[in-house]
């Protein structure tokens, strides 16, 4: 069951990126959607590339976050550990997300960015232990 919440979790962080595509698209002026680029380069609302921003950045997020949850998973990671992080990651995400879109504290998204990241190293460092561990008959 917990394994399926890691799973729901990558659902939602590949989502993402459509999240603040949608806040972008709703924070500008008319969307002309046979010039999307073009649309952009013209917006003068902040609210719009900083969504835009956000949405580049979330999909940079999410191969190596899938990644790390199917390789915690193949490695045997307890399903409690892959969970907690993979909620913790989308959690930090969103976080990023809002505070990137919203022009809050730099640093305050610096920091949500940085946590998510950490997840995805634990989730991926937890793997690695585990197959060496498991290479040399450990648990």
């Known amino acids: 069951m917990t394994m399926a ?7 939602v962080a590949a989502m993402l990126p459509y999240v603040w595509t949608t806040v972008a698209k709703a924070s500008g002026e008319r969307y002309d959607n046979r010039d999307p680029r073009g649309w952009l380069a013209r917006q003068t609302n902040p609210r ?11 999909f940079e997020a999410f191969a190596p976050f899938a990644a790390g949850v199917l390789m ?10 892959v969970a907690g992080l993979a909620v913790a990651f989308v959690v930090f995400r969103l976080l990023h997300g809002v505070v990137y879109t919203l022009g809050m504290k730099h640093s305050l998204r610096s920091l949500c960015w940085f946590s998510a990241l ?8 937890l793997a690695a232990l585990r197959v060496v561990g498991g290479a040399h008959g450990a648990v």
């Open 118 to 125: 950490a997840c995805v190293v634990a989730l991926m460092v």
């Open 48 to 58: 719009v590339h900083r969504a835009n921003s956000a949405q580049l950045n979330a």
């Open 72 to 81: 915690a998973q193949f490695a045997g990671v307890p399903e409690t550990h």
């Open 5 to 11: 919440l890691a799973y729901w979790c990558v659902l």
